[in-house]
């Protein structure tokens, strides 16, 4: 049974930087692309980044390019995400989803292609 658990979320100010991190259990994690969704309150889930299988390529929704970074460590089974210089509208619900498919590129930003979430990390970022 594949498990994903998120940490690191907490209360900010605008301008600051939080680190995330998803651990993986279960499954073959170096061999699945991962992505971090958030889902705002009163709004759909969006995806925010996404990484490779083998950490090689990244992919960012551009309201995060140049201010958040994925990354992954596949001998430790984490992804983490990276962000800095937070907005206000950052505040949302942070996910962590495990591709359905092996060996994907981490550029698919739709819900129905992740087969496995976290319970999600609250992240707030006051003005």
């Known amino acids: 049974q594949v498990q994903l658990v998120e940490s690191g979320g907490g209360l900010v100010q605008a301008g600051g930087s939080l680190r995330l991190s998803c651990s993986a259990s279960?499954?073959?994690?170096?061999?699945?692309?991962m992505g971090w969704f958030r889902q705002a309150p009163g709004k759909e889930r969006e995806f925010v980044a996404g990484?490779?299988?083998?950490?090689?390529?990244?992919y960012y929704v551009d309201s995060v390019k140049g201010r958040f970074t994925i990354s992954r460590d596949n001998t430790k089974n984490m992804v983490t995400l990276q962000m800095n210089s937070l907005k206000p509208e950052d505040t949302a619900v942070y996910y962590c989803?495990?591709?359905?498919?092996?060996?994907?590129?981490?550029?698919?930003?739709?819900?129905?292609?992740?087969?496995?979430w976290g319970q999600g990390t609250q992240v707030t970022v006051s003005s």
């Open positions: 990484i490779s299988w083998s950490g090689d390529s990244t």
């Open positions: 279960g499954g073959t994690f170096r061999s699945y692309a």
């Open positions: 989803a495990r591709d359905k498919r092996t060996y994907n590129s981490g550029s698919n930003f739709r819900e129905e292609e992740y087969a496995y």
